[in-house]
């Protein structure tokens, strides 16, 4: 049976990635370092926490709210004290690697604003469902794009969609999971990530997330142009 660092841990997860995600990406890092859900010590899950979870995490989530996540994990464990209680605080001083992530952490906090690019303010009326369908139909022409959704935001549901190179549940999915974290930190109007092989776009609107998905090849300013081209007729 599982010890209780490893539920912590697990359920602690389990708030940012589904129950299934946690236990596959935990039991994944934990055989990798030899180490077994049933004693895992606090120091040693903390050491996988800031090393293999950390780095398979940050390829499907936004690497400050796993960062932050991650640190609230451990602040969890330390004041559980369910492993290692006879071992003196020297002995239980954070690794030189998870100060360093700390460091970075609070220096994110502090300018939320360098993850959260404003693309588009927020709407000024109300948006009909021609007005969204007709953006997405608008971005789904552009050249590189390789998949244009919108997702009720309440349900999960994916409202429309063009292109089929995602499973559009598991990119509904992980939208709504990115903007509960960024959403933490304020109002999201968009969200810009680039990746070596992809664009990606998450822009709330009216109670809806619209997903846009582009190769490298992306022309990046036509998208921002379109934003702002929607948000001047608001």
Do not use: C, W
């Not at 209680?85 to 954070?94: N, R």
């Not at 063009?162 to 709504?176: E, H, I, P, V, Y």
């Not at 933490?184 to 990746?195: A, F, P, Q, R």
């Not at 609107?205 to 619209?210: E, Q, S």
């Amino acid at each position: 049976m599982a010890n209780e660092v490893y539920l912590i841990t697990h359920d602690s997860l389990s708030n940012i990635v589904s129950a299934r995600a946690a236990t596959r990406v935990l039991e994944k890092a934990l055989k990798h370092k030899g180490f077994s859900p049933e004693t895992v010590s606090q120091q040693q899950m903390r050491d996988i926490l800031v090393g293999p979870v950390l780095k398979e995490l940050q390829l499907i989530l936004p690497s400050d709210g796993v960062k932050r996540t991650i640190k609230q994990i451990t602040k969890l464990l330390d004041a559980s004290k369910v492993a290692n209680p006879d071992k003196t605080e020297d002995s239980l001083s954070e690794p030189e690697e998870f100060k360093l992530l700390n460091d970075d952490v609070e220096d994110k906090l502090e300018e939320p604003e360098a993850e959260l690019k404003p693309l588009m303010e927020a709407p000024k009326k109300e948006i009909g469902a021609e007005e969204l369908e007709a953006l997405l139909l608008d971005f789904a022409q552009l050249e590189h794009i390789q998949t244009v959704l919108t997702v009720d935001r309440k349900n999960g549901e994916v409202i429309s969609s063009r292109g089929s190179n995602f499973d559009l549940g598991s990119l509904s999915r992980l939208a709504n999971m990115s903007l509960m974290l960024l959403e933490k930190n304020g109002t999201v109007h968009s969200y810009h990530l680039e990746h070596s092989r992809y664009h990606l776009f998450l822009v709330p609107v009216a109670g809806f997330v619209m997903i846009i998905v582009g190769t490298a090849e992306l022309n990046v300013g036509e998208i921002f142009a379109k934003l702002s081209a929607f948000k001047e007729g608001l």
